[in-house]
């Protein structure tokens, strides 16, 4: 069974910086994209940022500008998360979306913006 497993959540004022990373599992295969996506409390899961395979990048309108998605293997992403604002806060999930075995879905990792 494959896994995402995200890692660089936690506190951070506002107006500071981030980083997540994302690592997939050597047996998932034929990654297309990349994303990350954040679920804060009582609201819907929303995309953040995605990266296609041929590095092709999209950012929501609310992190654009602030946000850069990454790529440095077919397996890994980061999100740099740079002025970082009250709103940013929630729960980010990875997902590697595949051609052939559908969507792997990370556990998440807590995303806290708060002075």
């Known amino acids: 069974q494959g896994q995402v497993v995200e890692s660089g959540g936690g506190l951070v004022q506002p107006g500071g910086s981030l980083r997540l990373s994302c690592a997939a599992s050597?047996?998932?295969?034929?990654?297309?994209?990349m994303g990350w996506y954040r679920q804060a409390p009582g609201d819907q899961r929303e995309l953040v940022a995605m990266?296609?395979?041929?590095?092709?990048t999209n950012y929501a309108d609310s992190v654009n500008g602030r946000f850069t998605i990454t790529r440095d293997s077919a397996k890994n992403t980061h999100l740099q998360m740079n002025s970082v604002k009250p709103e940013d806060t929630g729960v980010y999930y990875c997902c590697a979306h595949t051609l052939l075995q559908g969507d792997y879905w990370g556990q998440g990792t807590q995303v806290t913006v708060s002075s």
């Open positions: 990266i296609t395979k041929n590095g092709d």
């Open positions: 050597e047996n998932i295969r034929l990654i297309t994209r």
